[in-house]
């Protein structure tokens, strides 16, 4: 039997934090670990506990979301931890903050149980929540309206061919089977493909290879 997916929930609102945690703790396979009412205390419990996911609000006093992700994944024997980010979408402007401070994805504050499940078993097991309705489109509307640093293209000069294809579809927010259909490859070889990418790019994970294909052009805001 796997271990429970441990999660740490960080939200000044305590009702928030609440409810977050009595649909959490009724549900198999997954363990609250600890709360946190500010960034800071974010950090410092994420020390202590060593979650899997960190629910991570943006908006919070003394250190902000953006603030306590970058502490977080900054941190030497947390490499593991995964953020997911909670935005009210239309108003936040922090996403590209949040993917450079190692974010591995974001969830609506609006979500339902059934999304808010999904979206942390998707951050554990690795992968990047891009759903292309969501984060792509904000990532998109969010490059077109602020200047982003674009990465000199030689930074992309050390993948091949195939691993800049990659990249372009991971940017678009397609899914290792998606990319694999795309190009006539198999899921694993697109997976090993995403692989080599990130580690190439020293990417932390799928939502850093998006980031990255945005900064450097590679991808272009679809509005």
Known sequence: MNAPIKVLLADDERLVRSGFKVLLDLE?????????????EAVETARATR????????????????????QITGTRGLEQVRVLILTTY???????????????????KDAGPAELLHAIRVIAAGEALLAPR??????????????VARVAANRLAVLTDREREVLALVGQGLSNQE?????????????????????????????QLVFIAYQTGLVSPAL
């Open 28 to 40: 198999e396979g997954l363990t609250v670990v600890g709360e946190a009412a500010n960034g800071a």
């Open 179 to 207: 990319i694999g259909a795309a190009l006539f490859l198999s899921p694993a070889t697109a997976r090993t493909h995403v692989s080599r990418a990130m580690a190439k790019l020293e990417a932390r994970d799928r939502a």
């Open 134 to 147: 969501i984060t792509r489109r904000l990532i998109g509307q969010l490059t077109a309206r602020r200047t």
């Open 90 to 108: 239309d108003t936040d402007e922090y996403v590209l903050d949040a993917l450079q401070a190692g974010a591995s994805g974001f969830l609506l």
């Open 51 to 70: 979650p899997d996911v960190v629910l991570m609000d943006i908006r919070m006093p003394k250190l902000d979301g953006i603030q306590a992700t970058a």
